[in-house]
């Protein structure tokens, strides 16, 4: 495995897929539920562009992440030819759940009311980052 370009392009992939997910969840939640600060200020001003900013950092952060965590997850691989399974690399899985429950605590501080949406999302970014990521990386570099 040592060709990095390939590396960054399976945390492309994860990213790219965690950021649409995202960003297509925020979206409805903001058109069928949104905030009565957010409410209060589009009666203002054009709140659009703070939409569309937002949307677009929050899909290059994911990306930006996926790709160190690809990294790492290309880290922790052994060099005995992993092979595609449910956690190519243990340590790997574990440092994610770890992050995974780590992040929940404030999350569920924070958007109380909204306890299933922040269930569904820990789902999906534990999901994608400790399970598709790894497993796209030996793919990746298997080819």
Do not use: C, Q
């Amino acid at each position: 495995m040592e060709e990095p370009l390939k590396t960054v392009i399976a945390g492309m992939i994860g990213g790219a897929l965690m950021g649409m997910v995202f960003v297509t969840h925020m979206a409805l939640l903001l058109v069928y539920s949104p905030p009565a600060a957010l409410r209060d200020r589009t009666a203002v001003s054009n709140v659009t562009r703070l939409i569309t900013v937002a949307a677009l950092a929050a899909y290059g952060t994911w990306n930006v992440l996926a790709i160190l965590m690809s990294f790492a997850a290309e880290a922790t691989l052994s060099d005995e030819s992993p092979s595609i399974s449910l956690a190519p690399s243990p340590a790997y899985l574990f440092a994610v759940i770890f992050v995974t429950l780590f992040l929940a605590i404030p999350a569920f501080v924070f958007f109380r009311d909204r306890k299933r949406h922040v269930i569904g999302e820990l789902i999906v970014f534990a999901g994608i980052f400790a399970l598709l990521i790894p497993n796209l990386v030996v793919a990746v570099h298997r080819s």
